[in-house]
């Protein structure tokens, strides 16, 4: 079994995390098989009545998915490319 974990970049998850003194755990808003939406406004439509709430922090960055690295395995692998550069991450495998 494994276990995902994000880390927002964002203002909005940030500060509700640091209120709360809480994690935020939840699932990927990323609907299989479908683009990534990149506002609120787009991601209400695809999943109207599903949930409860959906906060609006503004159109997202990056415009690709996340990284997704596996550390199950050694060396970590790089499962899906996103906007964290490869020689970053592994910088900070490496903790340089």
Excluded: W
Excluded at 45 to 62: W, Y
């Amino acid at each position: 079994m494994s276990l995902g974990v994000r880390m927002p970049d964002h203002e909005v998850p940030l500060q509700v995390m640091k209120t709360a003194s809480l994690p935020i755990v939840t699932t990927s808003a990323n609907v299989h098989g479908t683009p990534s939406p990149s506002s609120a406004e787009a991601l209400a439509d695809r999943i109207v009545g599903e949930v409860d709430l959906v906060l609006d922090g503004g159109e997202t960055v990056g415009g690709v998915e996340s990284t997704v690295v596996d550390f199950t395995v050694r060396p970590p692998t790089i499962l899906r490319k996103g906007p964290i550069p490869r020689d970053l991450l592994l910088r900070a495998v490496r903790g340089s």
